[in-house]
């Protein structure tokens, strides 16, 4: 059975950092794609950043590019969201997402699997 979890949110001032983690159990991590997504109080799931298998190619929502990075070890089955210059609508629960497809895969539907997601809260 597919398990992804989250860690490392919590409650930061804007201008601060966190990183977040999610780890992967019951795959072979090294043959998915690994996605972040994200939602806010009302609003629908959006993209955040998404990487390749082997972690060289990177994409970024609009909204978080130069402030956000993603990584992954797949050594350890985790990938992450190292978030800097938080601002207060970057506030949601963050949630990654693993997906078979090739490719810089940025739409939702595209994952095959979910991870139960972890809050962040900026605080201004």
């Known amino acids: 059975q597919v398990h992804l979890v989250e860690s490392g949110g919590g409650l930061v001032q804007a201008g601060g950092s966190l990183r977040l983690s999610c780890a992967a159990s019951g795959l072979t991590f090294r043959n998915y794609g690994m996605g972040w997504f994200r939602q806010a109080p009302g609003k629908e799931r959006e993209f955040v950043a998404t990487?390749?298998?082997?972690?060289?190619?990177?994409n970024y929502g609009e909204s978080v590019k130069g402030r956000f990075t993603i990584s992954r070890d797949n050594a350890k089955n985790t990938v992450y969201l190292q978030m800097n210059s938080l601002k207060s609508e970057d506030t949601a629960i963050y949630y990654c997402a693993a997906t078979l497809r090739f490719g810089l895969v940025t739409v939702l539907d595209e994952y095959d699997y979910w991870g139960q997601g972890t809050q962040v809260t900026v605080s201004s």
């Open positions: 990487l390749i298998r082997s972690g060289l190619g990177t």
